[in-house]
């Protein structure tokens, strides 16, 4: 059996790319405090997944929920891993203040407080590593998802800055930039075959992404590999946030 590599925390692990690098997690030797506000979604995961992993219901918008999820750790985490989303559609002049606050404040807020309580505990203990899940759109602005963008770009500059902060604690910060990946809150938009020919048409290297592609990266950055890797954005898209000028007649 595989060593234990210590703790890892994943929030939005119970569905899509989160159960999936979930999985990956395990699969390493950690052992995975899966985090999502879909409490059957995580419980169910954990279930399968037996001593190596514990799903909690935490949101990762209520402060006192994600400071008492994180010290109900037995022990800092090395690996936190902040994938919990929601993307809300809809060109800027018809969407709600709703809308636009649901997506900052899970994807940026979010990430913003489970990091702090996380560096907090990783701090004492010598370092560790967060992952943060941002966009393609964080790179480049794409129709109809105004706040997703907003906040996914603010997700690279908040990565970027915990980098510096707590660089000498030992704690290393990147993010991930998935593109368009068949899976999570993508995978309805490519149920369309025209829409998918469309999309997958304008990636240089020709196919969708998977939530396995994001996770090896997330994994990597995790891991002693990347030892000094930090303050980093990699966009895991097959080259989409280099294509503008892709298959362009010359
Ligand atoms: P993707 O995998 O493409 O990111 P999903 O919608 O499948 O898309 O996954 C996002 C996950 O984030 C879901 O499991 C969802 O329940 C979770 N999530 C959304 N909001 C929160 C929140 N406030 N706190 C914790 N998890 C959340």
Not at 35 to 54: H, I, M, P, Q, R
Not at 117 to 143: E, Y
């Amino acid at each position: 059996m595989k060593a234990v590599t210590g703790w890892a925390v994943v929030t939005g692990a119970g569905n899509g790319i989160g159960a999936v690098i979930t999985r990956h997690a395990v699969k390493a030797g950690y052992r995975v405090a899966a985090w999502d506000v879909d409490e059957k979604a995580v419980t169910a995961l954990a279930a399968e997944l037996g001593a190596s992993c514990v799903g909690t219901a935490v949101d990762v918008t209520d402060e006192e929920a994600v400071n008492a999820a994180m010290a109900a750790l037995p022990e800092a985490p090395k690996l936190v891993v902040n994938n919990a989303g929601v993307v809300r559609f809809g060109p800027l002049l018809d969407l709600s203040v709703a809308d636009w606050r649901a997506a900052v404040e899970v994807n940026l807020t979010g990430t913003f407080l489970v990091s702090r309580a996380a560096a907090r505990r990783m701090i004492d203990a010598g370092g560790g590593a967060i992952v943060n899940i941002s966009s393609i759109n964080g790179i480049a602005a794409a129709p109809n998802a105004g706040a997703y963008t907003a906040s996914k770009a603010a997700v690279i500059k908040l990565t970027e800055h915990m980098a510096l902060e707590w660089g000498d604690a030992g704690i290393r910060v990147n993010a991930v930039a998935p593109g368009l990946i068949n899976a999570g809150m993508s995978e309805p938009i490519f149920a369309d075959p025209e829409v998918r020919a469309l999309r997958q048409g304008r990636v240089p290297m020709g196919r969708l992404g998977s939530a396995d592609d994001v996770a090896e990266t997330v994994m990597y950055l995790g891991s002693p590999k990347a030892a000094y890797v930090t303050a980093q954005t990699i966009a895991v898209d097959g080259g989409i946030t280099a294509s503008a000028l892709h298959k362009m007649p010359r």
